[in-house]
């Protein structure tokens, strides 16, 4: 039985990922190095600071700054990534995403994000989606990045449902591997091959039913 879809942000509802991994780049190059969207695959799903972490380690900088120091690094990444986000608009939304969440309330069915981004609550607007989330759990309200379930196990709970009747949809190992220790079934969007540990696969939402989603998961 599925009564709850819980969906990741960055890369499921937006390809935001590229904006992050531009701004990561940006400061990377700043700091006299490259960094490769090979070595970007690593940040996706977690938060900022340990994406910093991600970046400084492929640069042999990770103990090079104090905390104060990659504070105002990850700031100066932020900065940078809000240019990105502000300028986006509803046009960004990946093919099928908002048929697809239309059709889950027609049909009853919860639908919750689940974000490690603070910056969640901007892209929603921008892209006019919050009407389309019954709640949204984002990066201001868990403390315990992905692969920890917190941030799904807290969507869960504020909505109501039992973990073994949400579905999360994930672009990130990470976030494959929080909806499996969450007790949920996972939807791994985008092909990657780093996502076969999902109960199942989806390339695109382009032409995705509710009932493609039962024949996926519901074994
Ligand atoms: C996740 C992204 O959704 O949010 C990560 O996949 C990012 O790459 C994390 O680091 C935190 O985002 P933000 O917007 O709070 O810096
Ligand atoms: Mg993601």
Request: overall charge negative; charged content about 25%.
């Amino acid at each position: 039985m599925i009564s709850c879809c819980i969906f990741d942000l960055d890369g499921v509802i937006v390809d935001t990922a590229k904006y992050h991994y531009l701004a990561w780049a940006e400061l990377a190059h700043k700091l006299g190095f490259e960094f490769t969207p090979e070595q970007g695959e690593a940040t996706k799903g977690v938060s900022r600071m340990a994406s910093l972490d991600v970046v400084l380690r492929a640069g042999g900088m990770e103990n090079r700054f104090t905390e104060e120091e990659k504070l105002a690094l990850a700031t100066e990444k932020n900065d940078r990534y809000l240019d990105f986000i502000t300028r986006m608009t509803a046009n960004e939304v990946l093919p099928g995403v908002k048929h697809f969440l239309e059709e889950l309330h027609t049909l009853g069915i919860k639908v919750v994000l689940g974000s490690a981004s603070k910056n969640a609550g901007v892209i929603l607007d921008r892209c006019d989606l919050r009407p389309l989330f019954d709640r949204v759990v984002d990066g201001t309200l868990v403390s315990k990045a992905k692969p920890d379930p917190e941030v799904f196990a807290k969507g869960a709970e504020l909505i109501g449902i039992p973990a073994a009747e949400c579905v999360v949809f994930e672009d990130a190992a990470a976030g494959v591997e929080a909806a499996t220790r969450a007790g949920m079934r996972s939807v791994g969007v985008g092909g990657s091959p780093l996502l076969e540990k999902a109960t199942m696969q989806l390339r695109s939402f382009e032409g995705f039913t509710f009932g493609d989603l039962k024949a996926g998961v519901d074994k």
